[in-house]
């Protein structure tokens, strides 16, 4: 059972970075067939993936047809954004009393090492630094159900990345933390900590600066 189970994790997780890749044309059906013969297991994996991947609402079940991946929306954005401040926020105000120069040290060396191989990554590198880096620092926060429910969150806004990104021209990658991460890291090392929140805010809000003109596809 436990091997079944890590094998339908396996195609869940390459079905979706199939997605988020564009592999997938967004407008596309994706039928268990297809996937049988591309990934070559058996019928009840995928479609066991399938129906967990149908609950995550990334794909919507179209009986007889296939799949057809679900496209966000402004309204779907927004709301992650406002969940991800207020889960982000909360928990930094929690950390303050308790910020140590080890946590500083941490998200520095992480940062460092995301400039490196930002520069010779692709956008998922990319994003997944910036998924990385807000992960780390609400770790240190120690609720593990916030960490788990925040990364629920950015995984929505990755695929809300993912589908601005195929929806532009030229499909050049959106810089979403670099500088405000250093800034951030910047503020807490002088434990400016009112600005270190307002860096974290906008870092945040920042998403929304790829909405009015990526997303004019989102609901064709």
């Not at 997605?19 to 967004?26: Q, Y």
């Not at 941490?106 to 990319?126: E, V």
């Not at 925040?150 to 695929?159: A, F, P, Q, S, W």
Request: hydrophobic share 40%; aromatic share 10%; charged share 25%.
């Amino acid at each position: 059972m436990k091997k079944n189970n890590s094998l339908k994790t396996e195609i869940h997780n390459k079905i979706y970075t199939e997605i988020l890749t564009g592999n997938f044309p967004v407008n596309s059906i994706i039928t268990e067939k297809q996937l049988i013969e591309m990934f070559q297991v058996s019928k009840t994996t995928i479609r066991e993936a399938l129906v967990e991947l149908g609950n995550e609402k990334v794909l919507e079940s179209m009986p007889r047809y296939g799949y057809r991946i679900v496209q966000l929306d402004q309204n779907d954005i927004e709301e992650a954004i406002e969940a991800r401040l207020i889960l982000e926020l909360s928990s930094f105000d929690r950390i303050v009393p308790r910020f140590n120069d080890d946590w500083i040290q941490k998200l520095k060396d992480f940062s460092g090492q995301s400039d490196k191989t930002r520069i010779r990554g692709d956008i998922w590198t990319h994003w997944n630094n910036n998924l990385q880096f807000h992960l780390l620092l609400n770790s240190f926060s120690g609720n593990a159900w916030v960490k788990e429910l925040l990364e629920k969150t950015l995984k929505i806004l990755g695929r809300a990345y993912a589908q601005c990104y195929w929806n532009q021209q030229g499909n050049q990658p959106f810089d979403l933390d670099i500088v405000l991460h250093h800034e951030f890291v910047a503020n807490l090392e002088k434990r400016q900590f009112n600005v270190a929140r307002q860096k974290l805010e906008e870092d945040i809000l920042a998403f929304r600066a790829i909405s009015p003109y990526k997303m004019r596809n989102f609901n064709n």
